[in-house]
């Protein structure tokens, strides 16, 4: 049965500003606040875009799961986890009719130049399998379903800055539809 | 919910760069798989693929800008939607903008050229520059393209879930037309070959050194293919309005998560199982309605064997009378188009009463009881058919077409 309204019932967010809704709520209440710049890179200076420099999943994504995700999947896990928590312990829903929607740019790019990096400076049967999973920019979506077992629809949409605001429109016009 | 129909179809593929020489190879049995000619295969475990023939790309006059630094899958997919819109009857270009939608799914874009630079970075550090292998790297780059070259003004979606990509891109542009949003959206995929997919379908083990042989006993694994599908989908009181014929009708369509394994398929079935129902439930059909279902059938031993699983929950002891076959021994596995190029030949099989082979099928598997359609097309009037869709991270979908009488 379709809805007839949609509403935001929990948040999560790891932000330049921390972990967390609370960190960036406070951030965005502060005039002052400004994030840490500083990407670092192998083999060049860091690139000056603020980042997620204290994130951690500690205590919300146990380490041998952990283990298994990129960057991109944990971050998503670590603000899923908190607005699913926020939704309510257990979970209001059967697991396997809620669905995840993401937006993204640049999730698996870490990924992709590992296994190219074998490719061009060792040997293409050198590609690390383990690493060819996480190439695809639905990595942090899906493995986020594998994690919390939800299997209702799962679509990520890459359009660049809007991604995530369309991830979030879309999943409100699923709910409608 | 208003009626949803499929009036224009464009298609680029290793068997042909447009819809008419595809579908007269495929049904004839023919196969587009073979030696790689795009890069040096040398180290890899096979050789080949359904690589699309760049030089017979037909591409209409169009704004430059959309042509500039394009790449490959970029070529594919501005190709086929020129071919669809032709097909369609509907004019467009950049100086006539239309609020259509568009939604396409997106795959590796222009990660082919942007390859060569990465080699050179690799080779020569960070002083090494690139940006004309670059442009088109984000993976709706081709959508980009598209809409400048068309002129389309409405809603632009790239959805990205590795091989149900297209799939779902088809499924909610449907949405978006029955929903009354728009009267008409483009809707479908591209995507080309390159080094990291055939390097990392390699590493998995997955493919197979012969072309691949869907549902067949002796299968061995998947070849990569590449191409685009572009439909138009379109309200069915616009297109009679302006007298538009249809191959099919969207029915509806069903997206899952097998919450599972980023790559491994749920072996028992039931996870796809959950996908087909959803479909169909959608559709306002039953199982026993469907009279075609066009596979995913990548060849690999797993996805083939959980795939038919599904349809063994779904369709039960009538399995064995419901024809299934899968494009993919003909067309290779194309990843993010492949849902869409295979929607638009199953909407080409309800409109033309024939139902596409599987090339290299030969043995049947006992564990996979379906009505095989080997050798050639097969003579089959469709009502309904199902076009399923299995990826990586468990994203699963799956279209309900049928015939728009």
New interface residues.
Partial sequence: MSATRVYVRAAGAVTAAGTGVPALLRAAADPGWRPVLGLE?P??PPLPVAVCREFTTKDVVPPLLARRLDRPSRLLAVAAREALRAAGEPLPWA??RV??TAG??NAGTSA??E???????T???E???AQ??S?????P???L??L?????????????QVGGL?AVA?AA?MLL? | MNEVWITGIGLVTALGPDRETTWRRLVAGESGIGPVTLFD?????TRIAAQVDDARLVLPALDRRALRHASRASRFALAAAAEALADAGLASGPGAPHPWALVLG?GTAG?FEA?TF??RR??G??RVRGLTELVDV???APSDRLGLAFGLTGP???????CSSST?AVG?AA?MV??GETPVALAGGADAIC??T???????HAVDREPAKPYDSRRRGLSLGEGAAVLVVEDAGHARGRGARPYARVLGYG?????????QPEPSGA?WE?TLRAALAEAGVEAADVDYVNGHGTATEQNDAAECAAYVRVFGGRLGSVPVSSVKGALGHCLCAAGGIEAAVTALAIARAVLPPTAGFAEADPACPIDPVAGAGRPGRVRVAVSSSF?????SAALVLGGAA
């Fill in positions: 890179r083999d060049a697991p396997e669905g995840v993204t740019w992709l130049v296994v190219l990096r074998a490719v061009f400076l040997s293409p049967d590609a690390p399998p060819f999973p190439t695809v920019a639905n990595a979506a899906s493995q379903g594998i919390d077992k939800l299997g209702g629809p799962n679509i990520t949409f890459a359009e660049k369309r879309e016009r539809s | 295969t040398a180290g890899f475990r997106g990660l390859e990465v080699a690799l080779a550090g960070s984000p993976q709706d632009r979606i790239t959805v990205t879930t590795a779902i909610l949405e029955g929903d080094r990291l055939y390097a990392g379908f390699n590493s998995l997206a899952t998560n097998d919450a599972f394994h980023m790559t996870a959950r990826a990586f991270g468990g994203n």
